[in-house]
């Protein structure tokens, strides 16, 4: 019988996702709500954010001793949670291992024709109703062939059953954040605050090239009541005292009814937490008069995804947006005082120094307070895939962390591409340390808080051998507000 399901975050670390902070798997958060309501017994267990080897890895799930472990992982944490995997089945004789997420839904034949050994089963779309069906089928020791949104191996073979529906009612999801160990959790400008991850819509229903998402929810999209969200926001403040939420949504923003509705009750009740969020450019011009409500209902940063900063790209990437909508959006977010951030893709096929130096001078034009250079990673289900496949230089998935360069251009070399990118970063904060001057006093700290990030901890030291010595002004500045250690 199938009773303690443990819920395990691959040990993966890539550094992109890693530069903001720390924040729990929310997936493992749904989905040990449902396994739990339907009788159950999950237990999430943090591999990564705990920085775990294999070994202690081994000696927690010894102790835990789950009947039945599960990961999910995107493309690059893909080969570390196989190890993880690989682990559970060493130390737990009999035990039943599944994975799940978005590579594993679209590459399920190649998960299981490689990773048979140890993966009994692939989850594919949403899990809540999925794995608990699942799990009552395994200990009925009925035939898994009823349960919609699996796949595995029948008689030798990759099989998958039909997909499943979408979860319709996302406020009916239960959720289990008491399982969380919420120590773990920061939000790294703002240490002394716990940093949590949540869930307000689901989908995407654009149609952008580069992206898995849009492909993964069908172009769907459905959405939390407003009220359940402030719910939601209001509890982690109160049982958790959870300080900072990051939205995970690809597009919160997209019912401007609902979206108005959810600004109106953050003021109104006073909720206090920070947010942090992305959203579509086109969304921040349409709510331009409401822009000072942003920052009245305490939304600091906000993500928008420019990506490219010329427009023949844009159209490749079939974003459906202008680089004028993208530099209005990042102005109407300054002049509000919220924290912008975008990210520009480098590494094309057809991309030279030029074309990398034309990107850079337009990031310098949009002025984003925050820009990330990442190389364009080839998601082998992505629309793009065929395009970029004859230059990709490395099939090792754990490089696909928009940060190693996995495609060439046709003009230079990985390494001459490496060398323009760490250029880009290292000028365009040198470059923002001398307006620091001029910002408010919440958005200087901020700032310094994440140069000292970027210099000293993120991925940029890691992979690219960091931005250099920081400068002596610098380090005057962090140690008059205490950050000099």
């Known amino acids: ?43 999430i267990y943090d591999a990564m954010t705990a920085d775990h080897d294999l070994e202690r890895i081994a000696n927690e799930l010894e ?55 140890v993966v009994d089963f692939v989850f594919r779309g949403e899990g809540e109703v999925t794995v608990p069906e699942l799990v009552r089928c395994l200990d009925e020791r009925d035939d898994p062939r009823k349960v919609e949104g699996i796949a595995f191996l029948l008689d030798g073979i990759p099989f998958a059953t039909p997909p499943r529906p979408f979860v319709q009612d996302l406020d009916s999801l239960p959720t289990a954040w008491d399982l969380v160990e919420w120590s773990l959790y920061r939000f790294y400008p703002l240490p002394e605050k716990k940093l949590a991850i949540m869930s307000t819509s689901r989908g995407c229903n654009q149609a952008c090239t580069f992206c898995s998402q849009q492909v993964f929810w069908k172009r769907s999209w459905r959405a939390r009541s407003p009220m359940s969200v402030i719910s939601e926001l209001e509890m982690l403040r109160d049982r958790f005292d959870v300080g900072v939420v990051m939205f995970s949504d690809e597009n919160p923003t997209l019912d401007p009814v609902r979206w108005h509705r959810i600004l109106d009750l953050l003021i109104e009740r006073e909720v206090g937490t920070d947010i942090l969020m992305e959203t579509r450019v086109d969304d921040v011009l349409r709510d331009k008069a409401l822009i000072p409500r942003y920052r009245e209902a305490n939304i600091d940063h906000v993500y928008v995804g420019v990506e490219r900063t010329d427009q023949a790209t844009l159209d490749l990437f079939k974003k459906n947006t202008s680089v004028q909508m993208g530099k209005t959006s990042i102005e109407l977010l300054k002049a509000n005082d919220i924290i912008t951030e975008t990210s520009l893709v480098l590494g094309l096929p057809d991309d030279t120094p030029e074309m990398i130096e034309a990107t850079f001078q337009l990031a310098l034009h949009y002025d984003p307070d925050l820009a990330f250079f990442l190389t364009i990673a080839p998601w082998p289900y992505a629309d793009m895939y065929a395009d970029l496949k004859p230059y990709i230089v490395s099939y090792d998935y754990e490089d696909y962390n928009l940060v190693a360069p996995v495609v060439k251009p046709k003009e230079m070399t990985t390494d001459e591409l490496m060398t323009q990118i760490i250029e880009c970063y290292r000028r365009f904060y040198m470059g ?4 620091v001057s001029s910002m408010s006093k919440f958005k200087r700290d901020y700032f310094m808080v994440t140069m000292k990030l970027l210099m000293e901890n993120s991925y940029l030291k890691q992979f690219m051998g960091g931005l250099g010595e920081m400068p002596a002004e610098v380090r005057s500045m962090l140690a008059d507000m205490g950050l000099d250690q």
């Open 432 to 435: 923002k340390l001398k307006t």
């Open 63 to 117: 102790r835990i001793a789950p009947d039945m472990v599960l990961t999910s992982c995107y493309t690059p944490s893909f080969p570390a949670g196989m190890r993880l995997l690989e682990v559970a089945k060493q130390v737990l004789p009999g035990v039943v291992t599944g994975v799940g997420g978005v590579h594993a839904h679209f590459m399920w034949r190649e998960v299981l024709e490689r990773h048979s050994d």
């Open 1 to 43: 019988m199938i009773r303690r399901i443990a819920l395990v975050t691959p040990p993966y670390h890539s550094g992109v996702v890693e530069t903001a902070g720390s924040w729990p798997n929310v997936a493992f958060v749904y989905m040990a709500g449902a396994l739990r309501q339907a009788g159950f017994e999950p237990v």
